[in-house]
C-alpha cells in the first residue's frame, strides 16, 4: 500500500498545495467528487486520460488515512 501512496504529491506551488495525483494537476478531491457524483472508475479513466487505476486506489487511500487518526479527549 506504501506504493499507492507514493502517487499522492503535494507541492506548494502547484494546485495550491493540495494533495494530486503523480504532480499531475489532477486533485485528489477531484478525483473523490467524482466518485460521489456517481462515476465509475472506467468513466474517470476515461474522463483523465493521463490517470492509471491505481491512482484513483491512491486517492481513496488517502483521504482514508487522513480521516483515521487517533483523537486525544483532554
Known sequence: MSDLIERITINPNQCGGKPCIRGLRIRVIDILDLLV??????????????????????????????????????
Not at 483523465?48 to 483515521?68: F, H, M, Q, T, V
Open 37 to 74: 457524483a456517481g462515476l465509475s472508475h472506467a468513466e474517470i479513466l476515461e474522463e483523465y486520460p493521463d490517470l492509471e487505476p491505481e491512482d484513483i486506489k491512491a486517492a481513496l487511500l488517502y483521504a482514508r488515512g487522513r480521516l483515521d487518526h487517533p483523537i486525544v479527549a483532554a
